[in-house]
């Protein structure tokens, strides 16, 4: 039995995240700032599962989540 994999490649993260993402955005991510941590292996990019794990963790939201305020109620 092989080990778990504990650095995934962007291909990969597209691919758990159901290509809600591509890889294009993965890397406009990193150049700005944004998304889950990274690590470079030379030219090469992995993002370590943990890490990605506690990014995504971070990042959740619910289905109703909207960045709407509440409404009033009116009398």
Do not use: C
């Not at 890889?23 to 370590?48: D, H």
């Amino acid at each position: 039995m092989g080990q778990p994999a504990v650095n995934l490649t962007p291909a990969e993260v597209v691919a758990r995240w159901g290509a809600a993402v591509t890889v294009g955005t993965l890397a406009n991510w990193r150049a700005q700032g944004k998304g889950p941590p990274f690590i470079k292996f030379g030219s090469r990019v992995r993002y370590p599962i943990r890490q990605l794990e506690q990014w995504e963790s971070a990042h959740l939201r619910a289905a109703n989540d909207n960045d709407t305020e509440p409404e009033t109620a009116k009398s």
